[in-house]
C-alpha cells in the first residue's frame, strides 16, 4: 500500500536545541499531519495542513512548533527551542480524504 | 471536545478464542468510526472505517459495528491467531476531507500459540 516515510528514525538532542522532523508523504496526498505519542500514552493530534497553510492545531502544538512544505517536498515539523517534555514519538500522516496513512515515527528524545 | 475511550490492555488470548475490545466515545457531531492497527516498529495503519450509523465494518475477520445510540464502536474477533498480536486504537474524526483524528488509549493485544 501507499507508504509514508519519515526521516530520522531516532533524534536526541540536548534541550534547546532546534529540531526538524522530516515527512515524505504519500505523492498525490493533499492533507497532511503530525501526531504525538509519549511512551505508554494516548496519540494525540498536533496540526494538519493543507494547501500550503495549517488547518487546525491542537493545544499541543506550542508556539514553538511550526510546519511547512516548501515545494511540495518534505512536510516538516520544526521544534525551536526544545523542551524536555518534547520528547515522544511523533508520527506524520498523509491522506487524500479522510482516510489516513502513517508513517513509523521519529522517537526523539531531548536531554 | 471529542473523547475516545477503549478497553485497557494488555489483553492475552490463545489461539482460536474470540476477542471483543471495547471502545466508546463522545461527540457533538456525526463521526466516521475507526479501528487502526499498529505493529511494533510502525506507525498505526487502518483495519476498516465505518461513516454511518448502525453499519459494520470489517477486514480481515475483524468487525465493528457503530452503535450511534449506545456511542460504541467494540471490535471483534471470532478466533483469534498469533499474527494478530499487535496494538489496537479505535479513533474518531468529522466527515470532512483532512479532519483530524481522536484515538483513543490503544489496546496491546498478545495471542499465544
Known amino acids: 500500500g501507499p507508504k509514508v516515510l519519515q526521516i530520522p528514525s531516532h533524534q536526541i538532542i540536548d534541550m534547546g536545541q532546534m529540531v526538524t522532523l522530516n515527512c515524505d508523504p504519500v505523492?498525490?496526498?493533499?492533507?497532511f499531519y503530525w501526531y504525538k505519542q509519549i511512551l505508554g500514552q494516548q496519540m494525540e493530534f498536533l496540526v494538519n495542513?493543507?494547501?500550503?497553510?495549517?488547518?487546525?492545531k491542537s493545544k499541543l502544538f506550542k508556539d514553538q512548533f511550526s510546519v511547512e512544505r516548501p515545494d511540495g517536498s518534505y512536510f516538516t515539523l520544526k521544534i525551536q527551542p526544545t523542551a524536555l517534555e518534547d520528547s515522544a514519538v511523533y508520527f506524520c500522516?498523509?491522506?487524500?480524504?479522510?482516510?489516513?496513512?502513517f508513517g513509523p515515527g521519529t522517537r526523539l528524545t531531548v536531554l | 471536545g471529542d473523547s475516545v475511550t477503549q478497553t485497557e490492555g494488555p489483553v492475552t488470548l490463545s489461539e482460536g478464542t474470540s476477542l471483543t475490545v471495547n471502545c466508546s466515545y463522545e461527540t457533538k457531531q456525526y463521526p466516521t468510526l475507526f479501528w487502526y492497527v499498529q505493529y511494533p516498529g510502525e506507525g498505526p495503519q487502518l483495519l476498516f472505517k465505518?461513516?454511518?450509523?448502525?453499519e459494520k465494518g470489517s477486514n480481515r475477520g475483524f468487525e465493528a459495528t457503530y452503535n450511534k445510540e449506545a456511542t460504541s464502536f467494540h471490535l471483534q474477533k471470532a478466533s483469534v491467531q498469533e499474527s494478530d498480536s499487535a496494538v489496537y486504537y479505535c479513533?474518531?474524526?468529522?466527515?470532512?476531507?483532512?479532519?483530524?483524528?481522536?484515538f483513543g488509549g490503544g489496546t496491546r493485544l498478545t495471542v499465544r500459540p
Open positions: 500522516a498523509s491522506s487524500l480524504d479522510y482516510e489516513q496513512y
Open positions: 479513533a474518531l474524526s468529522d466527515s470532512n476531507a483532512g479532519a483530524k483524528l481522536t
Open positions: 495542513f493543507y494547501n500550503g497553510k495549517v488547518m487546525e
Open positions: 505523492s498525490n496526498h493533499l492533507y
Open positions: 465505518v461513516p454511518k450509523a448502525n
